[in-house]
């Protein structure tokens, strides 16, 4: 849990987000609560290639024999991708 002060741009303009932050951190810390920590756990990892990773890769390895778009999706769904159409 973070605690979040909602803040006018005036205010964040004249303070500045980092003095913002280390003063929201220090306040959590106070409190018990956990600080997020920069960079840490940025785009999850598991098995040590990210899932945006390995699709982005089965993608650029399919896309050149593809004829449309509809070809890209069949390909990818025999790849073993599940598809949602929609909103």
Known sequence: MRIVHLLD???LKFKG????RRTSDQICKE???SVIVTGRD???SYNGTSYKAKL???IDRLL???SDLEDLFGRL???GYELKRGK
């Open 64 to 66: 050149p024999g593809c």
């Open 56 to 58: 982005r890769t089965a």
């Open 9 to 11: 741009n005036h205010t």
């Open 17 to 20: 987000y980092h003095e913002i």
């Open 42 to 44: 940025k785009g999850k």
């Open 77 to 79: 769904q025999r790849e």
């Open 31 to 33: 409190h018990g609560l």
